[in-house]
């Protein structure tokens, strides 16, 4: 079964430090990859995605994530955290194929942002 | 830059009775879905939803839900005869087909709507 984790449910960094969020999946075939952002009181905002080519792909807000075939994970990077990243982070795997059309969605990492 | 969109952002009700929930989808859209987050919990998939027909649904998805696109633009969900573990924050999202693969997409979400029932 199609599934994703995401292994720290909370991370805390200072600002400027780096940051990464883990994220696994578990799926047959290829998978299709997004990172989602939920600010508080806020919709899921879209981050970036993997379909296919480069596995480094670059999203807004200075993020990055690398696909990693032989260890089933899509991490989420950022050289230098802000104040304003902190919010819950959701990595996602895309199921298609015939009529389906859904996301797989990880429980999700809150990231708290020190001064 | 266009943007999906919900309302209302809260709804407050009374168990049993019946609540719809309304979605407006990025305008050139043509795939609409429903998801929900228990608070606490993971974001579920509940519903997909093209060329005016379910395209699948979740083992969530019983009876007492249904979606319907009414006209153009609004893409609804209803709950017919809400349950207290109904309470959640319901996401809509919509996507065109834009990656050039066949059937892969990029779904936006909506700000959601958070229905709290007692």
């Known amino acids: 079964a199609q599934s994703v984790t995401q292994p720290d449910i909370h991370i805390t960094v200072s600002e400027g430090a780096s940051l990464e969020l883990r994220c696994n999946y578990s799926?047959?075939?290829?998978?299709?990859l997004f990172w989602y952002v939920q600010s508080p009181g806020q919709g899921l905002q879209l981050l970036l995605k993997?379909?296919?080519?480069?596995?480094l792909v670059q999203g807004i807000k200075g993020f990055e994530a690398e696909f990693k075939r032989s260890q089933s994970s899509f991490n989420l990077r950022k050289p230098s955290v802000h104040w304003s990243d902190a919010a819950e982070y959701f990595c996602?795997?895309?199921?298609?194929?015939?009529?389906?059309?859904?996301?797989?969605f990880g429980t999700g990492t809150l990231l708290a942002v020190q001064p | 830059e266009p943007e999906v969109t919900q309302t209302p952002s809260h709804q407050v009700t009374q168990m049993g009775q019946e609540v719809i929930l309304h979605c407006v989808p990025i305008?050139?859209?043509?795939?609409f879905y429903w998801y929900r987050q228990i608070l606490g919990q993971k974001v579920e998939f509940l519903v997909s939803?093209?060329?005016?027909?379910?395209?699948?649904k979740s083992e969530i998805f019983d009876d007492q839900f249904s979606v319907e696109r009414p006209d153009g633009s609004n893409f609804t969900l209803k709950i017919r005869s809400t349950k207290l573990e109904d309470s959640a924050m319901y996401f809509c999202?919509?996507?065109?087909?834009?990656?050039?693969?066949?059937?892969?997409?990029?779904?936006?979400f909506g700000p959601g709507t958070r229905l709290t029932v007692l």
């Open positions: 999202a919509s996507s065109e087909n834009d990656s050039g693969l066949a059937g892969v997409d990029t779904q936006y």
């Open positions: 799926y047959g075939a290829t998978p299709y």
């Open positions: 993997y379909f296919s080519g480069d596995t």
């Open positions: 996602a795997v895309g199921v298609y194929g015939g009529a389906t059309n859904k996301l797989i």
């Open positions: 305008s050139n859209h043509l795939y």
């Open positions: 939803f093209y060329n005016n027909e379910i395209s699948e």
